[in-house]
């Protein structure tokens, strides 16, 4: 059982969901537009083993709100305040999208309080420098405006459903058929609860504000699982940034995921524990 809990971080309360204290602590990060309960279809399993503690991102969730102030390496300060300040002694940190980013900044800037890291699908310069050669600028402006209405969940979904997204190449995709229905839900059930505000960086393209990948490896010291999703199937890490952080990282393993999406945790939750556990018992 978790129970949610108030976190004081400098410049915003949190919301950390801990579970029972079965062993050392691991953090989850979620990605953007998400919450904490995201990795429910794994936590049991890790929760064996391991005291979990999920945050909601400030913005998302129960976190408090704050804008300006939705860029990476804000995330990243209140993170890194959790392992300084929250915590008894080193995590593991486990971030998803959004989450991998900011747990490379919170084992650069804290590397003593960082045992080790699980980055799932990193966008890297996906949501970057390449981000205007995608459809996801168009996505995160449809999701603002949903999330500005403040409807019900089933609503939210059915709309969410009906957008239409067009690539650099014409081809023109409907959200409801490429996502199934009870992942729009918990999309939406997030987007419920999410400052509209939390999307206006991705949209601008100013979300790496203040943040320098290059800057942050060489301060990474930890041993660092990398699980890239299919670019085919969605998935965000390319093979270029994916080489990136193995020549950056000094103890890093890759595993891929063929055919498996961006959110590999629900996608393929059994195969991601299999590499997640392995490399958990390895540190």
Same mark, same amino acid.
């Given at each position: 059982?978790?129970?949610?809990?108030?976190?004081?971080?400098?410049?915003?309360?949190?919301?950390?969901?801990?579970?029972?204290?079965?062993?050392?602590?691991?953090?989850?990060?979620?990605?953007?537009?998400?919450?904490?309960?995201?990795?429910?279809?794994?936590?049991?399993?890790?929760?064996?083993?391991?005291?979990?503690?999920?945050?909601?991102?400030?913005?998302?969730?129960?976190?408090?709100?704050?804008?300006?102030?939705?860029?990476?390496?804000?995330?990243?300060?209140?993170?890194?305040?959790? *392992?300084?300040?929250? =915590?008894?002694?080193?995590?593991?940190?486990? &971030?998803? /999208? @959004?989450? !991998?980013?900011?747990?490379?900044?919170?084992?650069?800037?804290?590397?003593?309080?960082?045992?080790a890291l699980v980055l799932e699908d990193p966008p890297c310069e996906t949501l970057g420098t390449r981000i205007e050669h995608t459809t996801y600028p168009e996505m995160f402006a449809a999701?603002?405006?949903?999330?500005?209405?403040r409807a019900g969940v089933p609503e939210l979904a059915a709309r969410m459903a009906d957008v239409v997204l067009t690539s650099h190449d014409g081809i023109r995709v409907r959200i409801g058929?490429?996502?199934?229905?009870?992942?729009?839900?918990?999309?939406?059930?997030?987007?419920?609860?999410?400052?509209?505000? *939390?999307?206006?960086? =991705?949209?601008?393209?100013?979300?790496?504000? &203040?943040? /320098? @990948?290059? !800057?942050?490896?060489?301060?990474?010291?930890?041993?660092?699982?990398?699980?890239?999703?299919?670019?085919?199937?969605?998935?965000?890490?390319?093979?270029?940034?994916?080489?990136?952080?193995?020549?950056?990282?000094?103890?890093?393993?890759?595993?891929?995921?063929?055919?498996?999406?961006?959110?590999?945790?629900?996608?393929?939750?059994?195969?991601?524990?299999?590499?997640?556990?392995?490399?958990?018992?390895?540190?």
């Amino acid at each position: 059982m978790f129970r949610e809990a108030s976190f004081a971080a400098p410049a915003i309360e949190l919301n950390v969901a801990s579970g029972p204290p079965q062993g050392p602590p691991l953090v989850l990060l979620h990605g953007v537009v998400r919450r904490w309960q995201d990795f429910l279809p794994i936590a049991a399993d890790l929760a064996s083993r391991w005291q979990l503690h999920g945050i909601d991102h400030r913005g998302h969730g129960r976190s408090g709100r704050t804008a300006p102030g939705y860029r990476v390496a804000d995330y990243a300060e209140d993170a890194a305040a959790f *392992v300084e300040r929250g =915590l008894d002694q080193p995590a593991v940190i486990y &971030g998803h /999208s @959004l989450g !991998a980013m900011v747990a490379l900044a919170v084992a650069a800037a804290a590397p003593d309080r960082v045992r080790a890291l699980v980055l799932e699908d990193p966008p890297c310069e996906t949501l970057g420098t390449r981000i205007e050669h995608t459809t996801y600028p168009e996505m995160f402006a449809a999701w603002r405006k949903l999330a500005e209405t403040r409807a019900g969940v089933p609503e939210l979904a059915a709309r969410m459903a009906d957008v239409v997204l067009t690539s650099h190449d014409g081809i023109r995709v409907r959200i409801g058929d490429v996502r199934d229905a009870t992942s729009l839900r918990f999309t939406a059930s997030c987007l419920s609860q999410l400052d509209p505000r *939390v999307l206006d960086p =991705l949209v601008a393209g100013t979300w790496y504000e &203040g943040y /320098s @990948l290059d !800057a942050l490896l060489p301060r990474v010291k930890c041993p660092v699982l990398i699980l890239q999703s299919d670019a085919s199937a969605g998935g965000m890490l390319s093979d270029d940034d994916a080489e990136r952080l193995l020549r950056g990282l000094p103890d890093a393993t890759r595993v891929r995921f063929p055919g498996v999406g961006h959110l590999i945790h629900w996608e393929a939750p059994e195969l991601a524990l299999r590499h997640v556990l392995a490399f958990l018992e390895s540190l």
